[in-house]
C-alpha cells in the first residue's frame, strides 16, 4: 500500500513562500510521475507541477517561474518550493503518484495540506 504524506502547509502573506514536502512509503523511483495538484472548494483539482522519472518538469502557466517541483531519490521524498505567493494560490494542495502498468494508470494521493495566502 503506497502512502504519500504532504506537509509545510500554513498560512503566508502575499509575496511569501512555502515549501510543500511529499514522502512516500516507498521507493519514489517505482513511479513514473510524481506531481502536486490543489484545489479549491466547488471546483475541480488542477495540476500544478509534475516531475517525471527522469527528471522532467511542467508545470501550470499560472505557477511558472514561481513554483519549483524538485524529488530526493535518496529520501523518497518530493517537494513543492512556492514563492511570490498569491492570494488566488489558496487551495488545498494534493501529491499525487503515477505508475503505468501496461494500459493502466494508478494514481496515488495524500490527503492534503492547506495552503493560504493572505492579501
Known amino acids: 500500500q503506497v502512502q504519500l504524506v504532504e506537509s509545510g502547509g500554513g498560512l503566508v502573506q502575499a509575496g511569501g513562500s512555502l515549501r510543500l514536502s511529499c514522502a512516500a512509503s516507498?521507493?519514489?523511483?517505482?513511479?513514473?510521475?510524481m506531481g502536486w495538484y490543489r484545489q479549491v472548494p466547488g471546483k475541480q483539482r488542477e495540476l500544478v507541477a509534475v516531475?517525471?522519472?527522469?527528471?522532467?518538469?511542467n508545470y501550470a502557466d499560472s505557477v511558472k517561474g514561481r513554483f519549483t517541483i524538485s524529488r530526493d531519490n535518496a529520501k523518497n521524498t518530493v517537494y513543492l518550493q512556492m514563492n511570490s505567493l498569491k492570494p488566488e494560490d489558496t487551495a488545498v494542495y494534493y501529491c499525487?503518484?503515477?505508475?503505468?502498468?501496461?494500459?493502466?494508470?494508478?494514481?496515488?494521493w495524500g490527503q492534503g495540506t492547506q495552503v493560504t495566502v493572505s492579501s
Open positions: 516507498g521507493s519514489i523511483f517505482s513511479f513514473n510521475a
Open positions: 516531475i517525471t522519472r527522469g527528471g522532467s518538469t
Open positions: 499525487n503518484a503515477r505508475r503505468l502498468d501496461s494500459d493502466q494508470v494508478y494514481d496515488y
